[in-house]
């Protein structure tokens, strides 16, 4: 059965990744996956055959171009064209440029300016959140949503919604404000601490997984572990199985 709206971030599965690409792909093709969301593609070593090998896509990928000069930006979103990476997401900007509202609108108007490079290579960009541009308000909202707002139509999110709710908010309700402007969502789950090994896989946390998929029903749900105590490989296995056993993708 195919499940187009389901994929996994391969940095949960990093060292795998780093030791044995090709096998570890492979690996999630058995265990259902079609599609992948890498991280650092651009340096990514044989990437594009190793999807190819093991018939996977990767609609959505991580790389670092925020305030990078104009040829890093050609360089990230030529290698997202190659790779058909349709989404380039960068997914960090540093905690203490989420505190003044200059800062912010200087992240929002690199993403943009950004933007319009992606657009020459047929590739849309985003941002992905962590907990700090929740936990920092600015004129009475989080950080992430004013920033949000400062963003050009065709500039997207992936919201990461164990990370809102460490940042103290609701996901649902974050999801429900930013709308269609959410391309993508990373699906945790856990106690929603701060300690990355505190995640468990999908199903097994106390997150209200069920209704924050229904507060995006648009978006594109990647798995992730930033970390566990437990197997990570297991740990996704086990959410693919419980998120299509309870047919939320």
């Known amino acids: ?28 093709s058995r265990i259902g996956f079609e599609q992948v969301e890498p991280y650092g593609f651009p340096d990514l070593e044989g990437l594009g055959e190793s999807l190819t090998s093991a018939g996977l896509v990767a609609p959505t990928g991580h790389a670092h171009y925020l305030g990078e000069d104009d040829t890093e930006l050609h360089r990230v979103f030529a290698s997202a064209k190659a790779l058909n990476i349709g989404l380039a997401i960068d997914p960090y900007v540093v905690a203490e440029r989420w505190v003044s509202e200059a800062d912010i609108r200087e992240t929002a108007e690199q993403l943009n300016a950004a933007a319009a ?11 992905h959140n962590h907990a700090h541009e929740l936990e920092t308000q600015i004129d009475g909202r989080t950080a992430f949503e004013f920033f949000a707002d400062l963003l050009n139509p065709e500039v997207r999110l992936e919201v990461d919604t164990y990370w809102v709710t460490v940042g103290g908010h609701d996901p649902i309700e974050i999801l429900a404000r930013l709308g269609d ?23 097994q946390g106390s997150l209200p997984v069920r209704d924050i998929l229904a507060a995006a029903p648009q978006a594109l749900r990647v798995i992730e572990l930033d970390d566990s105590r437990g197997d990570r490989f297991a740990a ?14």
């Open 117 to 127: 490079v992606a657009a020459e290579y047929g590739v849309e960009v985003g941002y």
């Open 181 to 203: 402007r959410v391309a993508a969502i990373h699906v945790k789950d856990g106690p929603a601490t701060k300690e990355t090994k505190d995640q468990v896989a999908v199903g």
């Open 236 to 249: 996704v296995a086990d959410s693919y199985a419980w998120l299509v056993n309870e047919g939320l993708v």
């Open 1 to 28: 059965m195919e499940h187009p709206s389901l994929s996994v971030q391969l940095y949960t599965l990093r060292e795998a990744v780093q030791e044995d690409l090709g096998g570890t792909l492979a690996r999630l």
